[in-house]
T-cell receptor, first 113, second 113 residues
Framework: DAGITQSPRHKVTETGTPVTLRCHQT?????MYWYRQDPGHGLRLIHY???????DKGEVSDGYSVSRSKTEDFLLTLESATSSQTSVYFC????????????FGSGTQLSVL | GNSVTQMEGPVTLSEEAFLTINCTYT??????LFWYVQYPGEGLQLLLK?????DKGSNKGFEATYRKETTSFHLEKGSVQVSDSAVYFC????????????FGTGTSLTVIP
């Protein structure tokens, strides 16, 4: 199994508070992704990174920011959490180019009350 | 743009029944196609992939053929087992869009003894 750790695994927070989710990999893969999973929508890309300090927006990036200061860590921040951001968040990694396979973390269940 | 449309669920089958989950795609370039599986409480894991037209991906008795003429990648299994109960996601990746992956909404499969 790919070495991907997401933290926390579960979080309950209040509307308006900042929240940071962490993804840590031990595979030295170049690409890292944040997805959210919601019923009826499948997985939707929030942001992704193609290297240290290199990030780009995905399909549903509004209200989210990311940072990647080291190859192994990719942080997702909700600056001011809203109830619509209640979801399951998955981090994924990929070597890219010659190997397009995605490896997923176990997910973070976030509830915004 | 790129998108994936897959068969709505949920699907309920008896053990040893034949399974088909339909998937069609829209892509601007020459994507690779994937099926991922998600077991309860876990992240997604790769089930099979195909990287070019007419390729057949196969794993654990599941098969899917990359059909460029019909832009399809339907998942099939001849005889399902209770342990196949999971959510199945069709996906495509396009190296021309920064190695992004696009997922369908997922199809829930329940196999009953």
């Amino acid at each position: 199994d790919a070495g991907i750790t997401q933290s926390p695994r579960h979080k309950v927070t209040e509307t308006g508070t900042p929240v940071t989710l962490r993804c840590h990999q031990t595979e030295n893969h170049r690409y890292m992704y944040w997805y959210r999973q919601d019923p009826g929508h499948g997985l939707r890309l929030i942001h992704y990174s193609y290297g240290v300090k290199d990030t780009d927006k995905g399909e549903v990036s509004d209200g989210y920011s990311v940072s990647r200061s080291k190859t192994e860590d990719f942080l997702l921040t909700l600056e001011s959490a809203t109830s619509s951001q209640t979801s399951v968040y998955f981090c994924a990694i990929s070597e890219g180019s010659t190997n397009e396979k995605l490896f997923f973390g176990s997910g973070t269940q976030l509830s915004v009350l | 743009g790129n998108s994936v449309t897959q068969m709505e669920g949920p699907v309920t089958l008896s053990e040893e029944a034949f399974l088909t989950i339909n998937c069609t795609y829209t892509a601007t370039g020459y994507p690779s196609l994937f099926w991922y599986v998600q077991y309860p409480g876990e992240g997604l894991q790769l089930l099979l992939k195909a990287t070019k037209a007419d390729d057949k991906g196969s794993n654990k008795g599941f098969e899917a053929t990359y059909r460029k003429e019909t832009t399809s990648f339907h998942l099939e299994k001849g005889s399902v087992q209770v342990s196949d109960s999971a959510v199945y996601f069709c996906a495509l990746s396009d190296l021309n869009t920064g190695n992004q992956f696009y997922f369908g909404t997922g199809t829930s499969l329940t196999v009953i003894p």
